[in-house]
């Protein structure tokens, strides 16, 4: 009993010894895991002559690498020599006795078992009881043949709650309170179940604190020990209260609450806007500013507002006319603004800010600010025009005028009549047939016309001399005729339509139409 505990003390003691030669047992986080192999080469009778008569040299490997070491009896130990760094041994031994290879784990891994390969692949190493060999693997060189030996060892996970009342952890494989363990790049699964009133958050390295997942089912592969925390928290809800616009106004009620607490939750109108609703996901919840919500999950409330702008009009000149339509809007509102003249006015346009906006008495506009608009007016006079005699001439130019416009008026006399002037009131305001009045007032102008004759005169015959005076004349007026007999002709008389009208070569007519007199010549000789 003595030996095997002084045994015991000097294989820690080996053990201790090479760990401090080497650091591939701290934890390296996850990583690829390639199988490492412990092998015992076939007795080479060449080669035991050459290493002095020994019958048998093993060569040693662990898998993983990382995952142990292996130490030999300590009545042995200078036959075999291990570099924990690689996992390799070697060792080179007589056939005279009974020698312990001992797996040790490395912080986080366990031993599953000792394994050899020959031509039929990889198998488990049994004791003489048909059962797997332990960690202390007892042989005797002589009859070890032919064997290639590996001490394989699993990775160990831990995984526990942060917090115990707030939930559970449980694992693929022979995962059970709080730890299992798993060969070296297999998959394995750990899942976080939160208690009631509990949610997860995520998974931390024990030792890092850095996070690993987010996800409540965690599978990844086994590639080093693991120390891991599933974390819970108490749940909560957030509910968030936001207004839209931004600009619109403010808000009460943000916070974080347990589930089920009543919160209430307030929205104020900023100036120039006032509160519509409040709406969660673009449905409407409320159409009060204040109400009241339950925390049973998180929630985005948003208070919505919108902005209001004065329409304001005005009337130039006030007596001119009115306008309807204006007051306060909500932005984005179609507005019409309808400008009406007063008798003797016209509309003539709306401006804002003296630039001119529509030309139309009846004005749509969309609001999108505070706007002042004027409509303007202007006074109209009438210009009326007529012909004396009517049957004189026409007109033109007579019409509805703008207070101030000139206003060109002409007079064309019909066919037989002339121009005489312009008379407004009985006075005479022009003489030409085209001139210009100012619409400054109602007018009523005459355009005054007289008729004209044509006088003929024609001599008979041709050659018994000439005639003056033909021509047209003004209805009325005296018309003098002259007859001049040619050299050797004498006057005889004056006819019209063959009638004398008159004896004497000079003679006056009346224009009181159209005449054709004829003054009559006889030619005279010399007896």
């Keep these: 009993m003595m030996r095997k505990f002084v045994l015991s003390i000097i294989l820690i003691f080996q053990f201790l010894l090479l760990w401090g030669k080497s650091n591939s047992f701290e934890p390296q986080g996850l990583k690829t895991i390639t199988k490492a192999v412990i092998e015992i080469p076939h007795r ?25 070491i292996i130490i030999i009896d300590p009545l042995h130990s200078k036959d075999f020599t291990y570099d924990s760094i690689t996992g390799k041994g070697i ?37 003489l009881n048909g059962k797997p060999v332990g960690n202390s693997y007892d042989f005797h060189p002589k009859f070890i043949e032919h064997f290639n030996i590996i001490a394989n060892f699993n990775y160990i996970i831990t995984a526990k709650p942060n917090i115990v009342a707030g939930g559970t952890v449980t694992g693929s494989g022979d995962f059970s309170m709080g730890m299992g363990d798993y060969p070296p790049g297999c998959n394995a699964t750990l899942t976080a179940t939160p208690s009631t009133g509990y949610e997860f958050v995520n998974w931390t390295d024990a030792t890092t604190g850095q996070i690993v997942s987010t996800s409540a089912v965690y599978s990844f592969g086994v590639t080093a020990p693991e120390n891991l925390i599933a974390n819970f ?19 009460t009620g943000s916070g974080t609450y347990l589930p089920g607490i009543t919160v209430p939750v307030t929205t104020t109108p900023s100036p120039g806007y006032v509160f519509v609703n409040w709406t969660e996901g673009g449905a409407v919840v409320s159409y009060t500013p204040a109400f009241s919500v339950t925390a049973d999950r998180n929630r985005t409330l948003q208070a919505n507002f919108i902005q209001q702008f004065t329409i304001a009009t005005s009337v130039n000149p006030s007596v001119g006319g009115s306008t309807s339509g204006g007051g306060v809007y909500n932005a984005g509102a179609a507005v019409t603004l309808n400008a009406t003249s007063f008798p003797g006015y016209v509309f003539v346009n ?47 130019g007579a019409g509805t005028y703008n207070a101030g416009s000139a206003v060109a008026l002409n007079a064309t006399p019909s066919p037989g009549y002339a121009f005489v002037n312009w008379t407004e009131g009985g006075t005479i305001v022009s003489s030409t047939p085209s001139f210009s009045v100012t619409a400054d007032k109602d007018r009523s102008l005459q355009a005054n016309f007289i008729q004209q004759f044509t006088i003929t005169t024609s001599s008979s015959p041709s050659a ?41 070569p000079s003679f006056s007519v009346t224009a009181d139409k159209d005449r054709s007199l004829q003054a009559n010549f006889i030619q005279q000789f010399t007896i």
């Design 44 to 68: 080479d009778k060449a080669a035991v002559a050459a290493n002095g008569g020994k019958e048998t040299i093993i060569n040693t490997t662990t898998y993983p690498p990382d995952g142990g």
């Design 350 to 396: 709306w401006t804002e800010g003296g630039t001119t906006v529509s030309t139309n008495p009846s004005l749509a506009i969309t609001v999108d600010k505070d706007r002042t608009l004027q409509a303007n007016f202007i006074q109209q006079f009438t210009i009326a025009t007529s012909s004396s005699p009517s049957s004189g001439g026409s007109t033109s």
């Design 464 to 504: 018994g001399g000439s005639t003056s005076g033909a021509g047209i004349y003004n209805a009325g007026s005296a018309v003098t005729l002259n007859a001049t007999p040619s050299t050797g002709h004498a006057f005889v008389s004056w006819t019209e339509d063959g009638v004398v009208v008159s004896s004497t």
């Design 91 to 127: 060792g080179s031994f007589a056939d005279n006795g009974i020698r312990t290879l001992t797996a040790i784990p490395a912080p986080g891994c366990k031993f599953i078992n000792w394994t050899y390969t020959d031509g039929s692949g990889n198998n488990v190493l049994l004791d």
């Design 233 to 251: 928290k108490l749940t909560t809800y957030t509910l968030t209260a936001i207004s839209n616009p931004s600009s619109g106004g403010s808000t």
